[in-house]
C-alpha cells in the first residue's frame, strides 16, 4: 500500500520536459515549481492540481499511518490483556492445585469470620454463658468445607496463638505418621514423661508405621523462674528426645482445655497428614499396639470423622462447688452435656483434629476439657463411635494382670514405676498373655 500511494503521489499526467531553469527555478516530478512568489490566482493549472493531489497523498499517507499505529497499539493491548487473562489463568490453577494438595492433607472446619481472636491463658475458668449456644448445639449445621474456608483456616493457622518455647516443627516431615500420641503432662512430672518413653509410647510399639509422641507443657512459676532447674530438665530432654512441645501458657487444671487445643493446633499446622490420633494423661497405661492392631489397622488409612473412647452419655453438669468438676449455672445452663468420651484417653481421625480446633473458635470456653470437646464434636455433628468392646477405655485403674491389659487399651491412675513394671511383664507374655498366673 505504500509503494502505491507513493507512487500516485509521484505520478504526472504531464509530459516531463525539460526546462531551463532561470531566477530559482527546479523540477519536482516533471512539474517546475517556482521560487519567486505567484498570485494565487495566477498559478498555473499544474501546480493547483499538483497541490491537491499532494494534500491528498499526505491526507492519505496520515490516515494510513493513524490505522497502522492503531492497530498496534490495539494489538499490544490485546495481546496484554491475553498475557494477563493466561495469567490469571494459570495463578488461579495454581492455587486450586495448592488448596487441593492442602485438602488431602487438611480436611478443613468451619470457623466464624471473627474467630481469629487468640485463645486465653486465664487460670479461671474460661467462661461460655451464651445459653442458646449451649441449648442449641444439637441443632447447629454441619460444617461444610469450601475453599473460602481452606483460606481462612490458612488465616488462622498464620498466626500461633501463643509463643513456642520448645516446638518440633518437622516432626512429621519425612513421613506422614499412622499415629500421634499428645499427651498431656505437667512440666514437673519428668519421672512421667522418662517411664511413658520406655512403655506404651515407645517407637517400637508401632511396627514399623509411622509413629509420633509428643508431650505437651504450659509454664509456671518453677519454669519461669531464673536459672530453674526444672526448665533446664525440660530444655535437655527437647535435646535429647525431641518430643516436647512447650508454649507459653499458664499451665494449670483449669486450662486443660486450652492445652487440649494447642494439640489439635499443632496436629492441623504440623502434621495434617497424620492418619489417626490419641489424646490422653501422663498417669495412664496405653496398650498402644492393641490400639493400632485391634482398632486403628482395621479400620484403613483413610478413615474420616472418627472419634471413639470411654462414652459418656447424659451427663449432668455438677452443681457442688466443692467437687474438682464443678459447673457454674452461669456457666453452662444446659442440663445436660453433649456425649462426649472422657480425656483419660480418646481417639479420632487426623481431620478431626483441625475440625475441633476450627469449631473452638466459635464456641465460649468450659474448662472441662472432655465436655468441651464433646461440645465442639456435637456442633461438627460428628456422633462419638462406641468402641468394639466397652472394657477397652477404662477411666479408672484397672487391676493388673497380663491378660486384662494385653484386652484393653486404656487404664487410670498408675505410678511410673508401676508402668514400667507392668509393660515388662506384658512383653515378656506377648504371646500367651492369659495362660499365665500374672
Same mark, same amino acid.
Given at each position: ?29 516533471? /512539474?517546475?515549481?517556482?521560487? @519567486? ?11 493547483? &492540481? ?49 488448596? *487441593? ?29 451464651? @445459653? ?34 520448645? *516446638?518440633? +516443627? ?16 505437667? +512440666? ?14 515407645? @517407637? ?8 509420633? &509422641? ?11 523462674? *531464673? ?12 535435646? &535429647? ?91 453452662? &445452663? ?45 456442633? /461438627?455433628?460428628?456422633?462419638?463411635? +462406641?468402641?468394639?468392646? @466397652? ?22 491412675? /498408675? ?24
Amino acid at each position: 500500500m505504500r509503494k502505491h500511494t507513493a507512487s500516485i503521489c509521484n505520478r504526472t499526467d504531464e509530459p516531463q520536459r525539460s526546462h531551463s531553469v532561470q531566477a530559482k527555478g527546479f523540477h519536482i516530478s516533471g /512539474l517546475r515549481v517556482y521560487s @519567486e512568489r505567484l498570485d494565487k490566482s495566477k498559478e498555473p493549472k499544474e501546480i493547483m &492540481r499538483w497541490k491537491r493531489r499532494h494534500r491528498y497523498c499526505s491526507l492519505t499517507l496520515f490516515l494510513i499511518v493513524l490505522v497502522f499505529v492503531g492497530g498496534l497499539v490495539f494489538q499490544g493491548q490485546w495481546h496484554s490483556q491475553i498475557t494477563k487473562t493466561t495469567l490469571a489463568t494459570q495463578e488461579l490453577q495454581t492455587i486450586k492445585t495448592s488448596f *487441593n494438595s492442602t485438602m488431602t492433607n487438611l480436611l478443613k472446619l468451619k470457623e466464624h469470620e471473627e474467630s481469629s481472636k487468640l485463645l486465653t491463658s486465664n487460670e479461671n475458668i474460661i467462661s461460655a454463658s451464651d @445459653e442458646s449456644l449451649q441449648q442449641g448445639l444439637e441443632n447447629s449445621s454441619l460444617l461444610n468445607i469450601s475453599l473460602n474456608e481452606e483460606m481462612r483456616v490458612a488465616r488462622i493457622l498464620k498466626d500461633e496463638p501463643y509463643e513456642y518455647i520448645h *516446638n518440633e +516443627p518437622y516432626s512429621c516431615l519425612l513421613r506422614a505418621p499412622f499415629l500421634v500420641l499428645l499427651i498431656a503432662v505437667e +512440666p514437673k512430672k519428668t519421672d512421667a514423661r522418662d517411664a511413658i518413653r520406655k512403655t506404651w509410647a515407645n @517407637e517400637s510399639v508401632a511396627g514399623g508405621l509411622g509413629f509420633v &509422641r509428643l508431650f505437651f507443657i504450659g509454664v509456671n512459676q518453677d519454669t519461669q523462674r *531464673n536459672g530453674s532447674k526444672l526448665q533446664h530438665t525440660i530444655e535437655e530432654e527437647s535435646d &535429647r528426645y525431641h518430643d516436647i512441645i512447650q508454649q507459653d501458657y499458664r499451665d494449670t487444671y483449669n486450662n486443660l482445655t486450652l492445652k487440649t487445643l494447642m494439640g489439635m493446633y499443632w496436629i492441623t499446622k504440623y502434621c495434617p497428614e497424620a492418619k489417626y490420633v490419641m489424646k490422653t494423661d501422663s498417669d495412664m497405661f496405653v496398650n498402644t499396639e492393641f490400639l493400632i492392631e485391634k482398632i486403628l489397622k482395621p479400620k484403613g488409612q483413610w478413615t474420616q470423622k472418627y472419634f471413639t473412647g470411654l462414652h459418656m452419655i447424659d451427663f449432668s453438669p455438677n452443681r457442688n462447688n466443692e467437687s474438682k468438676w464443678y459447673m457454674p449455672p452461669e456457666v453452662y &445452663r444446659g442440663r445436660r452435656y453433649p456425649t462426649f468420651c472422657s480425656g483419660t484417653g480418646y481417639v479420632f481421625s487426623g481431620d478431626v483434629a483441625r475440625r475441633i480446633y476450627v469449631a473452638s473458635l466459635t464456641i465460649p470456653r468450659l474448662h472441662l476439657e472432655d465436655v468441651y470437646v464433646g461440645m465442639c464434636l456435637a456442633k /461438627l455433628k460428628i456422633e462419638p463411635e +462406641p468402641p468394639p468392646n @466397652e472394657h477397652l477405655f477404662n477411666h479408672w485403674r484397672v487391676p493388673y494382670s497380663s491378660c486384662r491389659y494385653s484386652n484393653l487399651i486404656t487404664s487410670h491412675g /498408675l505410678h511410673p514405676n508401676e508402668l514400667i513394671q507392668y509393660w515388662q511383664h506384658l512383653q515378656s507374655n506377648k504371646h500367651n498373655p492369659c495362660q499365665t498366673t500374672g
